[in-house]
């Protein structure tokens, strides 16, 4: 490993060099993986590595373009412009003029570039003046354009395992020459397990907070206690409140709801909750699964919803939560109907086929004299002086519109009384008709 000045931080004197070095991501890059293969022939490729924080990606495009023979440029996202884009695509040119050697493009947060900066590139990467790499947290299916995505292979990156975790944090206490091998330095067993269950799959994260516990430590001994304090006060959860981590993690609240499971749905709660979400967020969604997957198999749920919102506004954290976290627990165990959203949705398919049908003149209000002159209103049965208060036979649809039906109760909570109502209703229906 090539020594990196003592200056640098511990994760930048820790990145590996080699593909011998590179933990975790076995499912690219163990033995035989078309990636492994093709960075050990040299051949290269563009390609995207999508995938959270501190798992690599970085760090593998550097080792690419060492094991390559290859000149490394890097261009940050936030920071460049076209004006930096062209810099490099000229300075690609002439290694190849000069070396006749390939030049990878790294270009960092790759879903920060806009249409514009993807297109100044491209040419290049199509004719082969430089070999693109780009590094994204975000969906790069979300982020790059069409044109850039056919001509790269993109790679998912994943968080890197506690166990995995544990072997990082422990090479960095025994490298004499990156890491902090040459300090008298031990960890307990539990205290490297907790920093690598902390830093939550980011490496980077473990290595930054095994430095800050190595300034402090006045015993040569990083335990619990120790660590504890450095962690004080801190959130280390992974939660992008507009990435895709934010929709993934609320996505899976929602269906621990629709699943009935209270117990993956408190978990996916709480990990939001931790991550920074605002609990008012969560509890509208929670009135979206109220109507969407309980429906009037337990029409309680729905108050119960609106109720948690209502509490989070009005009493705030922690009280609110603790509503919140009764709704959820309530959704989770009623009964589950989508009737009513499948209902919706089919009516609104039928009304956009129909067009604008016109109000049977029956139905229509008439508040005027002219409009009562004209039928409005005529022959309506007021259903209150119907026998049960429903008037058998009568049609509410527009004229010349079969009656279809879109609500079809499930044999579930309080819709199975819906059902056997309906049921009932519809069978006066058809003897009333059998009348006329």
């Known amino acids: 490993m090539n020594a990196v000045p003592d200056f640098h931080p511990l994760a930048d004197r820790m990145r590996p060099h080699s593909l011998a070095d590179f933990v975790g991501q076995e499912h690219i890059l163990g033995k035989d993986k078309p990636l492994r293969q093709a960075i050990e022939q040299g051949r290269l490729h563009s390609m995207v590595f999508w995938g959270p924080p501190g798992t690599g990606k970085t760090t593998l495009a550097r080792i690419i373009a060492n094991t390559c023979d290859a000149q490394f440029l890097t261009i940050s996202a936030v920071l460049s412009g076209v004006k930096d884009i062209r810099a490099a695509i000229d300075k690609a040119q002439q290694y190849r003029e000069l070396y006749d050697r390939d030049t990878v493009l790294f270009i960092d947060e790759a879903h920060r570039f806009n ?3 993807q297109d100044a590139f ?9 070999t693109f790499i780009g590094a994204t947290t975000e969906n790069p299916s979300f982020e790059l354009n069409n044109a850039l995505l056919s001509r790269v292979r993109v790679y998912v990156l994943k968080t890197i395992e506690a166990d995995a975790m544990e072997a990082i944090i422990q090479r960095a206490l025994e490298d004499k ?26 490496a980077r994260r473990a290595l930054n907070l095994l430095e800050i516990a190595s300034d402090l430590s006045e015993s040569a001994q990083i335990d619990e206690e120790l660590l504890n304090e450095v962690l004080s006060g801190a959130a280390f959860r992974r939660f992008d409140k507009g990435g895709e981590a934010f929709y993934d993690q609320i996505s899976a609240l929602h269906k621990s709801v629709r699943g009935s499971s209270p117990d993956a749905a408190l978990y996916w709660f709480a990990r939001m909750l931790d ?11 929670l009135v979206r699964m109220a109507s969407e997957d309980i429906g009037n198999a337990d029409p309680r749920g729905l108050r119960l ?6 509490t989070q506004e009005r009493l705030g954290t922690p009280e609110g939560e603790l509503a919140i976290a009764q709704a959820i627990v309530y959704l989770a165990c009623a009964a589950k109907s989508n009737a009513v959203y499948k209902a919706y949705q089919t009516a609104m398919a039928s009304a956009r086929q129909h067009g604008s049908k016109e109000v049977p003149l029956h139905l229509r209000n008439a508040p005027t ?7 409005y209103g005529k022959d309506y049965r007021y259903a209150h002086n119907e026998p049960e208060a429903y008037a058998a036979g009568e049609s509410y649809f527009p004229e010349g519109m079969a009656e279809e039906h879109y609500y079809h109760p499930v044999e579930r909570g309080l819709e199975i009384k819906i059902a056997e109502k309906l049921a009932h209703l519809r069978e006066l229906d058809k003897q009333a008709k059998k009348r006329k």
Do not use: H
């Open 122 to 130: 491209l040419p290049f990467v199509e004719n082969g003046t430089v």
């Open 177 to 202: 020459e990156s890491g902090l091998g040459n300090q008298p330095l031990s960890i307990s067993d539990t205290a490297r397990r907790k920093l690598a269950e902390i830093a939550d799959g980011d």
């Open 275 to 285: 991550g920074g979400c605002d609990p008012l967020y969560i509890a509208r969604r």
């Open 115 to 117: 249409k514009s900066q």
């Open 369 to 375: 004299r002219l409009m009562k002159d004209l039928d």
């Open 305 to 310: 919803a609106l109720d948690a919102w209502e």
